[in-house]
């Protein structure tokens, strides 16, 4: 059984900093695509940042430059340093996993259940 468990989040103000970490159980993450996601209250969940099992990151336009994805495949967890941090940036972050395919990265299927960032200005 897959399991993620996020932690890390809490609450800070505008122009620091968070490092969430995401503990996976029953995934290898050598071979696994990883996410993170975000959501705020009445807003759509949008992508943040994306490792495939290569180490290729991917981010978000509105974290580009102050967060960083990364994971360390011997403990299984992965990590979001997030910087220069915004009132904007309030919301409940997720990790999500997939198994790399031969379709690379498909729709990300196993998810946590949420660590709170809150950042106030």
């Known amino acids: 059984q897959v399991q993620l468990v996020e932690s890390g989040g809490g609450s800070v103000q505008a122009g620091g900093s968070l490092r969430l970490s995401c503990a996976a159980s029953?995934?290898?993450?050598?071979?696994?695509?990883m996410g993170w996601f975000r959501q705020a209250p009445g807003k759509e969940r949008e992508g943040v940042a994306h490792m495939n099992p290569f180490g290729r990151t991917t981010y978000g336009d509105s974290v580009k430059g102050r967060f960083a994805i990364s994971k360390d495949n011997a403990k299984n967890t992965l990590y979001l340093q997030m910087n220069s941090l915004k009132p904007e940036d309030t919301a409940m972050y997720y990790c999500?996993?997939?198994?790399w395919g031969l379709g690379g990265c498909g729709q990300y299927k196993h998810w946590g259940q949420g660590t709170q960032v809150t950042v106030s200005s």
């Open positions: 029953g995934i290898t993450y050598s071979a696994y695509c």
């Open positions: 999500a996993a997939v198994s």
